[in-house]
C-alpha cells in the first residue's frame, strides 16, 4: 500500500490517514513523505511495515548506529536533531493544551549528547554455549545482540563481552542485567526468575577481579524485589551537593548527568532565596542538596525506604550552615497536609510517573509560594498542573529535558508560583 504520512504520533510513528478515515501507524516514516508499507493487523490500532521511502522528507537523515531498525531503543535517530527537538516540546505543549493550559512558556529543550547515558538494562539469554545480551525489537521479546550502543557511556559498552562471558556460566539460562556507572565505578545487577544458588555466588564473587571497572555485582531474584550484593570492590556513589550518597543496589538515578544538570540549574534559578523547601519524592536529595547555596532548612520526604534510609546515613556527615532532615513517607497514600506546609515557602516535587494528585490536591489550598515540578510524564505532569492552577497557582515557564536521546521520552522540569491572594 503506498500512502502519505501527515504527521507523527506520541510515540514517534507516522500517521497516514485512510480513505475511510481511520488512522494508520508506520514506525520508521516522517511527516510528508510518500512510503510503501505492508499492512499488519493487531489489536487495538493499525499498523504497517515501512517497506521503502518513494519520497523522503528533507527532516531525513542516516541513522548512525548499526541496530536502528531492529533494537527497540533510539527510534528516532532519521530525524534530524533540530525536528526531534521540536518533537520532544510539541509533546509537552499538546498535554498542556488537552487541560486547557495554553501559551505556557516552554524553553528550548535541552538534549543530552550521545555516550552519556549511565543506566542500561539489558535482557539476555544462553543460546548453545553462547549469550544473546542487548536490548529488545520494539513489541517483541526477541532480543538485539548489542555490539555497540551510542547513547550508553563508554564504561558501559566496553563491558557487554565480559558481561556475556559472566552470564554464559551462570545456573539460569535468561534474565536481565541493570549496569550503573558511578563515581567508584560500574554497579551490576543481575536479574534473574531463580533464587541465587551457591554455585551462582562463587562465580560471581570470582569475576569480579576480572571485569575492568566494575565496582560492585548483586543478585536479584523475582521472589524479593532487593538486590542483594555478592561481592564488592568499591561502594558506588553520587555526589549530591555537599554530602556523597551511596548508590542503593537497582535504586532511581537520573540517566544522564546532563539531565540532572540541567534540572538542577532550572530548580537554582527559580527557587533562589527559598528559605524553607520541602523536597517531596525526594529520593536521596539529588535535587534538593544541589541548591546552592542550601538554604537554611531542608526537609526530604521520601516513600522508598532504602532510599530515606540511605540519605539519612550520608547526612550523618553532617552540613554546616542549614538544617537538612529526611523523612520516610508515602506522599500517595499520606500527603503532607495544610498545617505541614503553612511555615514552607518552596517545594520541590519529582514524583514517578503517575504523578503526585494527592500532594498537589493539598498543595493547591496552600500558601506555598513557589513550586518546582520535575517530571517523566507529561500527561500526568498536565493533570497535576491543572490542579494547581485551579488553585491559584501560576505556570510560569517549563523547561524539556530530553535524557533518553532519540527516543519518545520526555521529562520536563516546571515552575508554578502562587498568585497574590
Known amino acids: 500500500m503506498e500512502v502519505r504520512i501527515e504527521a507523527l504520533g ?46 523522503g522528507s528533507p527532516e531525513r537523515v542516516a541513522p548512525p548506529c548499526p541496530h536502528f531498525g531492529n533494537c527497540g531503543g533510539c527510534r528516532l535517530q ?15 505543549r499538546a498535554a498542556l493544551e488537552a487541560r486547557g493550559l495554553e501559551s505556557v512558556p516552554i524553553e528550548p529543550v535541552e538534549l543530552s549528547p550521545p555516550a552519556s547515558r549511565r543506566r542500561l ?11 544473546v545480551l542487548g536490548m529488545r525489537e520494539a513489541g517483541s521479546a526477541r532480543i538485539v545482540d548489542l555490539t555497540t550502543c551510542l547513547i550508553a557511556r563508554p564504561a558501559l559498552v566496553a563491558l557487554l563481552p565480559s558481561l556475556r ?10 534474565g536481565e542485567i541493570a549496569l550503573e556507572d558511578s563515581e567508584a565505578g560500574v554497579d551490576v545487577v543481575v536479574i534473574t526468575q531463580k533464587p541465587l544458588a551457591m554455585p551462582d555466588r562463587i562465580r560471581l564473587a570470582a569475576s569480579l577481579p576480572e571485569l575492568a571497572g566494575v565496582c560492585r555485582i548483586s543478585w536479584r531474584s523475582a521472589a524479593g524485589h532487593e538486590s542483594e550484593p555478592v561481592a564488592t570492590a568499591a561502594v558506588p ?56 547555596p542550601l538554604p537554611a532548612r531542608l526537609d526530604v520526604v521520601e516513600g522508598n525506604q532504602a532510599a530515606a534510609a540511605t540519605l539519612a546515613r550520608a547526612l550523618g556527615q553532617g552540613i554546616r550552615g542549614s538544617r537538612v532532615s529526611v523523612q520516610h513517607r508515602d506522599l500517595e497514600r499520606d500527603p503532607l497536609q495544610l498545617a505541614e506546609l503553612r511555615p514552607v ?23 506555598v509560594g513557589r513550586i518546582g515540578y520535575v517530571s517523566c ?25 530530553g535524557q533518553f536521546l532519540w527516543s519518545d521520552e520526555i521529562e520536563l522540569a516546571a515552575i508554578f508560583q502562587r498568585e497574590p491572594a
Not at 485512510?18 to 493487523?41: H, I, K, Q, T, Y
Not at 538494562?121 to 549469550?131: E, F, H, I, P, T
Not at 539531565?259 to 527559598?274: E, P
Not at 514517578?352 to 496552600?366: D, E, H, I, K, W
Open 377 to 401: 510524564a507529561s500527561g500526568s505532569f498536565a493533570r497535576d498542573a491543572r490542579i494547581l492552577v485551579d488553585g491559584g497557582y501560576h505556570l510560569v515557564g517549563v523547561q524539556p529535558i
Open 10 to 55: 506520541g510515540r514517534g510513528d507516522g500517521i497516514a490517514r485512510l480513505a475511510d478515515g481511520s488512522r494508520l501507524f508506520v514506525a520508521g516514516a516522517l511527516p510528508g513523505e510518500r512510503v510503501l508499507v505492508r499492512p499488519e493487523r493487531r489489536q487495538g490500532e493499525r499498523r504497517a511495515q515501512l517497506v521503502t521511502v518513494l519520497e
Open 165 to 174: 562471558a559472566l552470564l554464559a556460566a551462570l545456573g539460569t539460562a535468561d
Open 121 to 131: 538494562r539489558l535482557a539476555w539469554r544462553r543460546v548453545g554455549k553462547n549469550v
Open 237 to 292: 556513589f553520587a555526589q549530591h551537593g555537599p554530602i556523597r550518597i551511596e548508590l542503593v543496589s537497582g535504586g532511581f538515578r537520573q540517566a544522564t548527568d546532563a539531565g540532572l544538570a540541567a534540572m538542577r540549574r532550572f530548580l537554582n534559578r527559580h527557587l533562589a532565596g527559598a528559605r524553607h523547601v520541602l523536597d517531596l519524592y525526594g529520593g536521596t536529595g539529588a535535587l534538593g542538596l544541589a541548591l546552592a
Open 345 to 367: 515557602d518552596a517545594v520541590i516535587l519529582d514524583p514517578p510517573r503517575a504523578g503526585a494528585r494527592p500532594q498537589c490536591t493539598v498543595l493547591a489550598g496552600s500558601r
Open 78 to 92: 532519521h530525524l534530524a536533531l533540530p525536528s526531534y527537538a521540536a518533537f520532544l516540546e510539541q509533546r509537552i
